[in-house]
């Protein structure tokens, strides 16, 4: 199985400031067709994840433009541009060019 | 709107078999590019993925936990089933299914609890 690693693993954040969370995986993840699959995913506590980012950058309809994704091959990042209130939760990132899929161990994001 | 949504047992017992059904609506599973899959998440842990099945009834498995999956769909009434066999305690999980869309997850369900415990 791919293996997707995720740093930090907690992340404490100012309100307004910005906030970034690597996501490396053990494989590259650029498919036969030439895309790279590698989605973000946020979950807040006793919800189910809601996909943020898919495809490395593209954002999800209705998803707030102060979240952004990047990278390529096998290094990703999540960046949140100014944190708000709602951001709090556990982030994954989640690769879908090898089955299974296979998501990172997740990062908190909690309010200093 | 796309919706899905989880129902099955809460509580199972160790070596009975759990079966989860996946309702969904708002797209349909005869069409092209579309999948429903399963996925679990251990109170407190990550999330992994179990079982696929596609428009075209191809079907991908988790390969630690192949031996004890199935996975079918009823495209007319708009459902998926799971099995697992051999329940263990370490199977306790929130389970979810999800919608793929050429072979990415997008919608999810809102998860159903699942004990398993003499």
Not at chain 2, 74 to 94: E, F, G, I, Y
Request: glycine share 8%; aromatic share 10%.
């Amino acid at each position: 199985d791919v293996v997707m690693t995720q740093s930090p693993l907690s992340l404490p954040v100012t309100l307004g400031q910005p906030a970034s969370i690597s996501c490396r995986s053990s494989q590259s993840l650029v498919y036969s067709d030439g895309d790279t699959y590698l989605n973000w995913f946020h979950q807040r506590p006793g919800q189910s994840p809601r996909r943020l980012i898919y495809k490395v950058s593209n954002r999800d309809s209705g998803v707030p433009d102060r979240f952004s994704g990047s990278g390529s091959g096998t290094d990703f990042t999540l960046k949140i541009s100014r944190v708000e209130a709602e951001d709090v939760g556990i982030y994954y990132c989640m690769q879908g060019a090898h089955w299974p899929w296979t998501f990172g161990q997740g990062t908190r994001v909690e309010i200093k | 709107q796309i919706t899905l949504k989880e129902s099955g047992p809460t509580l199972v017992k160790p070596t009975q078999t759990l079966t989860l059904t996946c309702s969904f609506s708002g797209f349909s599973l005869s069409t092209r590019g579309v999948g429903v899959g399963w996925v679990r998440q251990p109170p407190g842990k990550a999330l992994d993925w179990l079982a696929l099945i596609y428009w075209d009834d191809d079907k991908r498995y988790s390969p630690s936990l192949r031996s004890r999956l199935a996975i079918t769909k009823d495209s007319s009434k708009n459902r998926v089933v799971l099995t697992m066999t051999n329940m263990d305690p370490v199977d306790t999980a929130t389970y979810y299914c999800a919608r793929e869309w050429w072979e990415q997850p997008d919608y999810w369900g809102q998860g159903t609890p699942v004990t398993v415990s003499s």
